[in-house]
């Protein structure tokens, strides 16, 4: 395979000394190294063809990845595997600013895709997600990501309107209208074949093309910091600021993530007393200073309807501001950012339980939760969002730990499947799943759909070779 | 500024126990470190010897003047020679460049104990045009 690799590539473009592809053997989370046998850097779809027929032929195992950031082991290659490095693949194919959409290939990353828009006047945004700049747009879609226009559009998957894919045996396929049509404007009126690579991890095919529907972006944008003292207001006032349909994102932060911002490390599990709980930060954007003021006036009224419910908020205060007193705080002030505390705080670990859920349980699930993380001593950091309108949202316990200090390492195994099983007991479930977190939710889910998923997945890859023991169906 | 002058700058300002340190500590730390970091401005409270209590809400800190070290400590003094409270956002917007004057008179922000000892407070409470200078 290599010898193979080295004629079709380069030999400057296949690595297989271990200290050359240390950086692929882990990734931030407490999921073990994997050696991988082989990396091939790829510029071309007919270079993924070629190699996932040679690959299926040798029975080699494919983990195709771009900078490897997932929380959870998805891009780590299996034992002896080859992993196909996407990120040199990574032009913007088109833009077409009438239809608002654009083709993009998966090495194209989310402040490449923001500059060119900039670069090109074009007034469109695919919006981002709270991953780093250098993380691939297609690859947090693909694995139904959320970004800062999910709020009002659903998690970036939905935006997805075609696909051209690589098989396990090497045939290109599109999906979409432009199967048909010169226009990538949607899926419909097909069956939405999409589907069967949306999700899958990279375990039915390998995409060398995304097209994605843009979204406008307002000349007028404001952020704004709300200060809560209580999980429940905080909740209360997420909700109730969905249903008014003015705000283009909402999140709600635990307060450990403030103190991060704010150069602590390592926060104490506990809060400092009188300390506010959360913090909401809301995105405005509008056309005219006429509908971003009617937009402040709803937001204030918002707060007031809660306020007298009996819960507590500082007033809205802009980041601009908040950034001026502190600039550690600049993290938060715009799309895409570096949470570089997340993982510069020495132990360089980094882990969470992301799940997908009702909005109506996630106070509950954030008190039961806290609770959880603080007994077992860690500060209990939680980033939450709510999509699609608020029918549901995203709540992400998160720890950070030291890599180095196998005691930890357990204990944060040990928290994750706890928090793991609270959250799906209330109705919550794992999405960008980890190898392990299979194990949990495998026995639960409806035998039928596992069913057919297993039947997909063997009809896309009969030998097994794409991504496997990823998704709990091997 | 000389290497013992830069080594002195940087500190002048100390949080105790970051760890478990209020909200409002951590975020008065950045203007009052930058503050203290001009040497006009420190020379203005060199020499101060005092405890400060600073409550925005329901957050309390003690900015402790001792030996040309301010400590941020968490929580209430036992004895200051002054206090401040008022809302966050009243505080912020003093650090932003908006009087004093305007939010006690409106009752935004009250202040009590030596009045003389919060004069030589607030220099250190805006925001630095050029940290450090």
């Known amino acids: ?474 | 500024m000389s290497d013992r002058d830069q080594v002195d700058a940087a500190e002048r300002v100390v949080v105790d126990q970051p760890e478990t340190q209020s909200l409002l500590g951590l975020l008065m730390r950045n203007i009052l470190a930058d503050n203290m970091a001009d040497d006009t401005k420190y020379a203005r409270v060199r020499d101060l010897v005092a405890d400060i209590q600073v409550q925005a809400s329901d957050m309390v800190v003690t900015l402790r003047f001792a030996g040309g070290t301010l400590t941020i400590v968490k929580g209430p003094s036992e004895k200051p020679r002054a206090r401040v409270r008022g809302g966050l956002g009243a505080f912020l917007r003093v650090a932003t460049g908006g009087g004093v004057i305007g939010p006690v008179l409106a009752g935004e922000i009250a202040i009590g104990g030596n009045p003389f000892v919060l004069l030589r407070l607030l220099p250190l409470l805006h925001v630095a045009s050029e940290p450090g200078h």
């Open chain 1, 1 to 474: 395979m290599r010898e193979f690799l080295e004629q079709l590539l380069g030999t400057e473009n296949v690595l297989h000394e271990p200290e050359d592809m240390a950086a692929y053997r882990e990734d931030f989370t407490e999921v073990e190294p994997v050696d991988p046998g082989l990396v091939a850097f790829v510029t071309k779809t007919e270079q993924v063809q070629a190699i996932v027929r040679k690959a299926g032929k040798q029975g080699m195992p494919v983990t195709a990845r771009v900078a490897g950031t997932n929380i959870g082991g998805l891009a780590l290659a299996s034992e002896g595997g080859l992993i196909l490095d996407l990120s040199r693949m990574n032009r913007v194919v088109e833009v077409n600013a009438d239809d608002m959409y654009a083709v993009l290939e998966p090495g194209v990353t989310q402040q490449q895709i923001k500059d060119h828009l900039r670069e090109n006047d074009l007034p469109l945004t695919l919006g981002f997600s709270l991953a780093p700049p250098y993380t691939s747009v297609a690859l947090n879609a693909l694995m139904g990501g959320l970004t800062n226009r999910s709020l009002k559009y659903g998690d970036q998957s939905l935006w997805i309107s075609g696909l051209e894919v690589v098989l396990a045996d090497g045939s290109l396929v599109r999906t979409g209208s432009w199967a048909l049509s010169d226009s990538a404007y949607g899926l419909v009126p097909f069956p939405d074949l999409s589907g069967l690579f949306i999700g899958w991890v990279g375990t039915t095919g390998i995409v060398t093309k995304v097209v994605f529907q843009l979204w406008p972006l307002h000349p007028l944008n404001k952020r704004l910091f709300i200060l809560s003292y209580g999980i429940k207001g905080t909740y209360d006032a997420m909700r109730r600021l969905c249903r008014t349909e003015t705000c283009d994102d909402i999140g709600g932060l635990s307060w450990p993530s403030a103190k991060m911002m704010l150069g602590v490390k390592r926060p104490h599990p506990e809060p400092a007393a009188g300390d506010p709980i959360f913090f909401l930060y809301v995105d405005l954007t509008a056309e005219t200073v006429a509908e971003m003021a009617a937009k402040e006036d709803v937001l204030r009224d918002v707060l007031s309807e809660v306020r007298r419910g009996g819960e507590r908020f500082e007033a809205p205060l802009e980041v601009g501001e908040l950034v001026k007193v502190n600039p550690g705080l600049a993290a938060f002030a715009d799309f895409p950012t570096d949470l570089e505390f997340l993982t510069s705080h020495g132990g360089g670990g980094l882990t969470w339980i992301g799940t997908y859920g009702p909005l109506s349980r996630f106070a509950e699930a954030a008190e039961a939760g806290s609770a959880v993380m603080a007994r077992r001593g860690f500060a209990p950091l939680i980033v939450s969002r709510p999509m699609r309108g608020g029918h549901f949202g995203v709540l992400r316990l998160i720890s950070i730990f030291d890599k180095k200090d196998a005691d930890e390492v357990r204990r944060v195994r040990e928290l994750n499947l706890e928090l793991l099983r609270l959250l799906q007991a209330r109705g919550f479930i794992m999405y960008k799943t980890p190898a392990w977190a299979w194990k949990e939710l495998a026995p639960k889910i409806d035998p039928g759909m596992l069913s057919l998923m297993r039947r997909v997945k063997g009809l896309l890859d009969p030998a097994g070779i794409m991504n496997p023991g990823k998704l709990g169906l091997d």
